[in-house]
Antibody
Framework: QLQLQESGPGLVKPSETLSLTCTVS????????WSWIRQTPGKGLEWIAT???????KYNPSLKSRITISGDTSKSLFSLKLTSMTAADTAVYFC???????????WGRGSLVTVSS | QSMLTQPPSVSAAPGQTVTMSCSGS????????VSWYQQLPGTAPKLLIY???KRPSGIPDRFSGSKSGTSATLGITGLQTADEADYYC???????????FGGGTKLTVL
C-alpha cells in the first residue's frame, strides 16, 4: 500500500513559482503513475498533471505552459512546479498515485497553498 | 463549470439506499472509464469505484457503480451516518486530453 505526503510552502506571493513535493513510501516510484490534483476552497477537483515515471506525462491544457512535473527515484518523491501564481491558484494541492492510469488509487492528505502578498 | 454534471446534494435516512448520477458526453464518460471518489469532511478523496463498476480492496459491497451511455451512477445501500461525505465522479476526456471531474454530490444521511 502506497503512502503519500505532500510538502510545500503554504504561502506564495503573486507571480512567484509554487514548488511542491510528494514523498512516497511503500514502493519505488518507478512503476507507478503519479498525479497532482487541486481543490479550491468549497469547490471541486481540478486535475493538474499525471506522469508515468520514465514514460509519458500528461498536462491539463489550461495549465500546461506553467507546469513542470518530475520524479526522483533516489529520494522516492515527485514534484510539481507551477509558475506565475495568482489568487486563482489558491487551493489544496493533492498528490495521487497508483498502478493504473485510469484511476487515482492513493492520495496524500493535501497541502493548502494560499497566494497572497 | 465542471465537465461532468452531478446533482449538488442527495439525502436519505440510515439504512436506506441512495443513488447519485454523473452525466458527461461521448468524449469522456461515454467512451472512457468512470471512477468515483468519496471525500469525508476535512480529508483527501478516496477511491470507491473504478472502471465503472469495480471496487478496490477494502471497499464494502454496499457501494456499487454502473454506467449506461454517457451517464454513470453510484449506489450506496444500507446507508450509515459515516457515509456522509462529498462524492465525485471522474473520467478521462479524449477530446480535451485531460481528466475531468464532476462538481461533487453532498450526501446527507438524515
Amino acid at each position: 500500500q502506497l503512502q503519500l505526503q505532500e510538502s510545500g510552502p503554504g504561502l506564495v506571493k503573486p507571480s512567484e513559482t509554487l514548488s511542491l513535493t510528494c514523498t512516497v513510501s511503500g514502493d519505488s516510484i518507478s512503476d507507478y503513475y503519479w498525479s497532482w490534483i487541486r481543490q479550491t476552497p468549497g469547490k471541486g477537483l481540478e486535475w493538474i498533471a499525471t506522469m508515468f515515471y520514465g514514460g509519458t506525462t500528461k498536462y491539463n491544457p489550461s495549465l500546461k505552459s506553467r507546469i513542470t512535473i518530475s520524479g526522483d527515484t533516489s529520494k522516492s518523491l515527485f514534484s510539481l512546479k507551477l509558475t506565475s501564481m495568482t489568487a486563482a491558484d489558491t487551493a489544496v494541492y493533492f498528490c495521487a498515485g497508483g498502478g493504473y492510469g485510469d484511476r487515482f488509487e492513493f492520495w496524500g492528505r493535501g497541502s493548502l497553498v494560499t497566494v497572497s502578498s | 463549470q465542471s465537465m461532468l454534471t452531478q446533482p449538488p446534494s442527495v439525502s436519505a435516512a440510515p439504512g436506506q439506499t441512495v443513488t447519485m448520477s454523473c452525466s458527461g458526453s461521448t468524449s469522456n464518460t461515454g467512451n472512457n472509464y468512470v471512477s468515483w471518489y468519496q471525500q469525508l469532511p476535512g480529508t483527501a478523496p478516496k477511491l470507491l469505484i473504478y472502471d465503472n463498476n469495480k471496487r478496490p480492496s477494502g471497499i464494502p459491497d454496499r457501494f456499487s457503480g454502473s454506467k449506461s451511455g454517457t451517464s454513470a451512477t453510484l449506489g450506496i445501500t444500507g446507508l450509515q451516518t459515516a457515509d456522509e461525505a462529498d462524492y465525485y465522479c471522474g473520467s478521462w476526456d479524449s477530446s480535451l486530453r485531460a481528466w475531468v471531474f464532476g462538481g461533487g454530490t453532498k450526501l446527507t444521511v438524515l
